[in-house]
């Protein structure tokens, strides 16, 4: 289920808790697949990053270095940042401080907190490394939010509609300062993130899977050297305002009284293949970031680093 649907699902456990009457939206997309019916419609244009996607000896190549970083380090740890408001504040502000003014504007080019988060992450694991490589960033987009037909329809699709969008970025940017990686993690995903490139993605998502010319669980646009690390960041769904539990309460605790302080994601089962993996929980009531990592034990020694120095 993607961030939509468990939002609706904390929505509706909340007022049912709260002994309130439930506004259900209409439930649609049980006979026909909605992403598929807007794919064939629209504006027509090429996925910009097809010529990306990994086959024949380009996955082969990719294949085998994963294979082999597996079979060299075995070991991945798991653990939860807490990440505070001033802290990223000061992350942010270094990653703004590497950029240059725009000369059209006059401003420094925008970017997000995930997109800070993301290059904090990818300089962490990049410098890591035993020897430079190309990262590959792995994004879950929510198409609900980006496809028209699907935005403005009487109620609610019940299927899954994440997306993939990719970061990719060389040797020489992933091993150097925050401000070019966040930079380059926006621009790459405003180009993937509009309507007509969701529907060319899925277009090309349904035409290389045609005949069997690839398993669509394993398209991937990467470079065949990259360290492919997948990232996604649940902060929209925001969690911690939308579940209410207040009907549960006993003791009142004050301030946010029935609503969520954390929330937990991990895999059922360890396994030494997820590694690189950033999920950012999202922001709390007061301002701070929950988020979790599958990282190697090199990448946590640069993660602490950084949070010492912030």
Sequence with gaps: MDVMGQQALLRAWSLVLAGREMDVPALLGAREDAMEAAANSGVQEEYVIKQRLLKGWGMVTF????????????????????MPKAALASLRLQAQNDLAVDEETGEKPFISNGDVLTAWAISAVASSLPSPRPITALHA?????????????????????????????????????????????????????????????????????????????????????????PFTNWERANFFEVAVFGGAVVRDGGEGRGKLV?????????????????????????????LSGSLLPAAWVKIEESLKDL
């Design 141 to 229: 987009l929510n198409a609900r939010f980006r496809i028209s037909s699907i935005l403005n329809a009487p109620g609610v699709y019940v299927q899954n509609m994440a997306v993939a969008a990719f970061t990719f970025l060389s040797a020489e940017i992933a091993r150097g300062p925050l401000g070019p990686i966040a930079l380059e993690n926006r621009k790459c995903l405003m180009e993937q993130a509009t309507e007509p490139q969701i529907l060319a993605s899925l277009r090309d998502l349904k035409e290389q899977s045609k005949g069997g010319k690839v398993d669509p669980a394993t398209m991937l646009y990467s470079d065949p050297n990259a360290v492919l690390m």
């Design 63 to 82: 294949g085998a270095r994963f294979a082999w970083d597996i079979l060299t380090n075995r070991t991945v740890e798991t653990r939860v940042i807490y």
């Design 262 to 290: 954390y929330h937990h994601a991990s895999s059922m089962r360890a396994s030494a293949s997820e590694r690189n993996i950033l999920i950012v929980l999202g922001k709390n009531l007061e301002g701070n970031y929950w």
